[in-house]
């Protein structure tokens, strides 16, 4: 009877690896289980932090973005307001400052102030302003001859591409094929006047006044001086153009630009005595 006990024990003893190995291999599979949990749960956390890097990237891109624009602006304005009063400086005396006052102004103030002045002070009043309204202006101006010389005025500082087809306009007359006022130029440039400070301010004084009514005096030095206070290439290509028949107007429309270029024709020209009223013009706004 007591013989069986130890048969009994030994069966106990067969089963029992087997049930371990049973428990084992549970264990494992729940190890397996949070192992592929803790994975899961670790590539979310990674996931959210991947997301949440790339979006504070994304903001300080678009703060970065945001400075460098308020930057680009501001430089923009104060370029703007130093072109403009080396416009008016270059201007001369010959301007009223009533005028002055007006240019580089595009608001609806300026504009019901103009609709007082004759044509020839709203064209000039309006260097500096470089707008779509002062533009149109401009444009539906110009066929008039008298009014040629006070829209090359302003044009100044504008350097849009509906400027330069006014300028193209003005300086060349596609009826006879010739630029405008070149042979007047050619003549001037023969005996000297060219260079002349003189000739320049009677010129001036006759546009301002009589030539208002009477058409005034156009000729290929008015349509280089639009180009004060611009540096593209349009301008740098106009001025070697009639650089030969219009080098004092070419030196004033340096006036403000430290440039390369602009030193390689002031280098050209500080040598020549005849030539120094304009070169010193050339200097205006320029710190160097």
């Known amino acids: 009877m007591f013989e069986k006990e130890p048969k009994f024990k030994e069966k106990e003893a067969e089963k029992k690896p087997e049930e371990e190995k049973g428990m084992e291999e549970e264990i494992e599979e729940k190890k397996e289980i ?11 956390t990674q996931k959210e932090e991947k997301e949440k890097i790339e979006r504070t990237q994304e903001e300080l891109e678009e703060t ?3 400075i460098e624009k308020e930057k680009s602006e501001e430089k ?8 403009l009063e080396t416009i008016k400086e270059v201007m001369g005396e010959r301007v009223p400052e009533t005028l002055k006052d ?18 020839t002070d709203v064209c000039i009043s309006l ?3 470089a707008s779509e309204k002062s533009r149109e202006w401009l444009d539906k101006h110009k066929e008039t001859l008298k009014l040629w010389w006070g829209i090359s005025r302003g044009l100044m500082g504008d350097d849009s591409e509906e400027a330069w087809k006014i300028r193209d306009h003005l300086k060349f007359d596609s009826k006879v094929n010739r630029i ?3 042979v007047w130029a050619r003549i001037q440039k023969s005996i000297g006047l060219h260079k002349s400070e003189r000739f320049f301010r009677l010129k001036e ?15 290929p030095g008015d349509v280089i001086r639009s180009t004060t206070g611009l540096d593209s290439e349009k301008s740098w290509e106009l001025r070697k153009e009639l650089e030969d028949v219009t080098p004092a107007e070419v030196l004033m429309s340096l006036a403000g630009s430290d440039s390369k270029k602009a030193w390689e024709i002031r280098k050209k020209y500080e040598g020549d005595k005849k030539l120094r009223w304009a070169y010193e013009k050339s200097l205006i706004e320029v710190e160097s």
């Open 34 to 44: 949070e192992k592929g949990f803790n994975q899961a749960e670790l590539e979310k």
């Open 76 to 83: 923009k304005s104060e370029g703007k307001e130093k072109n």
């Open 205 to 219: 004084a006759f546009n301002t006044g009589l030539g208002k009514k009477l058409g005034g005096l156009y000729l």
């Open 127 to 129: 260097a500096g302003v």
């Open 64 to 66: 970065f973005k945001k």
């Open 102 to 119: 007006l240019m580089g102004d595009d608001s609806e103030e300026a504009w019901k102030e103009r609709e007082s002045k004759d044509a």
């Open 180 to 182: 405008r006022g070149g």
